[in-house]
């Protein structure tokens, strides 16, 4: 397969290209007499080209005998045996400082979380978080909540009490107490209006070193209990008599 370069704009192609022998970029003819190294000149006789056919510079028989002037060479890059040795140490040397600094990178210590939280409550009863928090470092906790939570949702307690509330974007943060021991955190709301939320608690002791718990929660209206008809009470109460 020969690459033939277009003497009008200078693009390169293939010959197996599926627009060949016509340049894709201006059209040009690339297989025409002109570009062919037999051409034997205007209105001549062709020496290569079967049947020896007159052709001229715009002619394009097709030819099987067509050689291109212009044609793109690859050039093979050679090194010599002490540059090709000095390119393999400085990749060894190069990947060894590679894997010692990912080997040696910090790994911040894990948080492991475990939480539970009824799927359906009732409108005006109260909703608590239960979570199991362990920590291999001993650093104080930071328990996040969505502040958006907090419009459907009245926050009654959270046990331990935290030391510190502040306010990062979008969460409220608690600084918990730390504890070397799986810590027990509750968190306690009211339901205040109807409908399914997505709940979501992050807990964290480093920027990157954090857990998050999420789960769906659905509140309901509170429903009155069905009463009889008043003809099956007035049965009812004669049938017990």
């Excluded at 390169?12 to 016509?22: A, C, I, S, V």
Aim: with cysteine; glycine share 4%; proline share 8%.
């Amino acid at each position: 397969m020969r690459t033939i370069v277009c003497p009008l704009c200078g693009e390169w192609m293939d010959e197996n290209h599926p627009d060949f022998p016509r340049c894709v970029y201006c059209g040009e003819r690339l297989t025409r007499c002109g570009l062919c190294r037999a051409f034997p000149g205007e209105g001549k006789a062709c020496q290569r080209a079967k049947g020896k056919p007159i052709v001229y510079a715009s002619t394009d028989i097709n030819c099987p005998s067509f050689q291109p002037k212009f044609v793109a060479r690859n050039y093979r890059l050679t090194l010599t045996y002490h540059a090709r040795w000095q390119m393999a140490a400085s990749l060894m040397f190069t990947l060894s400082v590679l894997i010692v600094a990912f080997l040696s990178r910090p790994v911040p210590p894990r948080i492991l979380v475990s939480a539970t939280a009824p799927s359906k409550v009732v409108v005006g009863d109260s909703l608590e978080v239960k979570m199991l928090v362990k920590a291999t470092e001993n650093k104080p906790l930071r328990l996040r909540l969505d502040r958006r939570l907090l419009t459907d949702f009245q926050l009654v307690g959270i046990n331990p009490l935290p030391t510190h509330v502040n306010q990062i974007g979008q969460f409220y943060e608690f600084i918990l107490p730390s504890s070397r021991d799986p810590q027990p955190i509750s968190v306690v709301f009211k339901c205040t209006r109807a409908g399914e939320y997505a709940m979501r608690a992050k807990i964290m002791t480093a920027t990157k070193n954090w857990a998050e718990w999420q789960t769906k929660v659905k509140v309901v209206k509170q429903t009155e209990p069905i009463k009889p008809p008043k003809g099956l009470a007035i049965l009812a109460m004669r049938l017990w008599r």
